[in-house]
């Protein structure tokens, strides 16, 4: 993992915070796969909320530089997948982030308190 992904997780984890996302999660995946560095998770209440979190993570990224690769289910805004290369971005309605439970799936992953990054 290099510094570019901490300074990425960072950065989303601001723009996450400031659009007031809750229970934001980081794990550290960077030694159990190579799909990316990081995963950051969050939830919000909303619809609107949501998509909200989804544009200023993508607006604050984008002003540092970096491109999103890829992002999924912004339109129906239950679970928002946003691919940054380094790190990976989920986005849920309180529901789904229930359902899927990422953080029990990638818990071979180290968790990281979101205060170390921001």
């Known amino acids: 993992m290099d510094n570019i992904s ?14 007031k996302a809750e229970d934001i999660r980081v794990i550290d995946i960077s030694e159990v796969s190579v799909v990316a560095d990081y995963f ?5 209440s909303n619809r609107s909320q949501i998509q909200a979190l989804a544009d200023n993570v993508e607006e604050t990224l984008g002003r ?24 990976i971005i989920h986005i849920f309605d309180k529901e789904n982030r229930l359902f899927y439970n990422l953080e029990r799936i990638w818990r071979d992953g180290k968790d990281i308190d979101p205060a170390e990054l921001a």
């Not at 950051?40 to 919000?44: K, M, P, T």
């Not at 540092?64 to 790190?87: C, H, P, R, S």
């Open 6 to 19: 901490k300074e990425m997780a960072k950065l989303a984890i601001k723009a996450l915070d400031d659009k």
């Open 40 to 44: 950051i998770i969050a939830d919000g």
């Open 64 to 87: 540092a530089g970096y491109a999103l690769k890829q992002v999924e289910g912004y339109n129906t805004a239950n679970w928002i997948l946003m691919d940054f290369n380094d790190i």
